[in-house]
């Protein structure tokens, strides 16, 4: 069995001014963003420096604001019923990848009717920058000690860990990292080298999809489900909408080969 390395939630304290390693991550996620898209911008024709801020910058308020409000929506309604401010207090935690992607969907819409972009061009353009992100915010789960996992059946599973913020002190798997691994570095090469060459309009936020979806499925059986409970049987609510995700995901990559229409063409250097 691992030991929780107990990190303080803290990274710096200025007098006053704490700075939480939860904020850290999703400033590491969105500077991450900014730099792989930047180069991305480099090599794509009709890109600059300040679309990609822009486009970053959008992003960033969407993951914020849609990931608040999701988690708040799909996990913690109750709560929110009963303390509306909680809403606000996102130093506490609990952000919904679901509602951060819905808010980032409409903040692209947004960004698109602002230069004229196609929303699958720019979809298909910042989809490879975003797993990062989402391993930099499992992290901060992990040092956070929230959306831990489910109990280890296995007493000599080596990799089972006791977290400080569950009350019942039991071993659980780390599924925070499992995420952060495979929704997070996995997808990333995955989208890296699948972008790096031409493909159809929707393809590569098709692959995003279909791995994010797919990913999440499989890591919520080892991740201990929100509140306690299962959604629906044996289906968690993370499960539950993930399943969406991952058949848009194939219908959209049939339908990108079957349109077969190229936002760029390769150019002599990569």
Not at 1 to 11: C, G, H, K, V
Request: glycine letters at 10%; proline letters at 6%; a positive charge.
């Amino acid at each position: 069995m691992l030991t929780y390395p107990n990190i303080d939630p803290i990274a710096l304290s200025l007098g006053p001014v704490k700075v939480h390693w939860y904020g850290l991550m999703y400033l590491l996620a969105f500077l991450f963003a900014w730099g792989l898209a930047t180069y991305r911008a480099k090599r794509r024709d009709g890109w600059n420096s300040e679309m990609v801020s822009d486009l970053v910058f959008f992003g960033a308020l969407g993951v914020v604001i849609g990931g608040r409000v999701g988690y708040v929506l799909f996990y913690g309604f109750q709560q929110f019923l009963e303390n509306p401010i909680w809403l606000f207090q996102v130093w506490t935690g609990g952000m919904s990848f679901h509602g951060g992607f819905l808010g980032v969907m409409l903040a692209m819409i947004l960004w698109c009717r602002k230069y004229q972009k196609s929303w699958f061009e720019t979809l298909d353009f910042i989809a490879p920058c975003v797993p990062t992100g989402l391993m930099f915010g499992r992290l901060g789960n992990f040092i956070g000690a929230e959306l831990y996992g489910r109990e280890v059946t296995d007493p000599n599973f080596p990799l089972g860990m006791i977290f400080p913020t569950d009350p019942l002190h039991l071993v659980r798997h780390p599924s925070q990292l499992y995420q952060a691994l495979c929704e997070g570095l996995l997808l990333f090469i995955v989208l890296w080298w699948f972008s790096s060459k031409p493909r159809p309009r929707m393809a590569v936020s098709a692959v995003f999809l279909i791995g994010y979806g797919v990913a999440r499925f499989v890591i919520e059986f080892f991740r201990e489900p929100d509140n306690g409970l299962l959604f629906i049987g044996w289906m968690s609510k993370g499960q539950f909408l993930s399943l969406p995700m991952i058949l848009v995901g194939i219908w959209m990559f049939w339908y990108a080969y079957k349109r077969n229409i190229y936002d760029w063409q390769r150019p002599s250097v990569f």
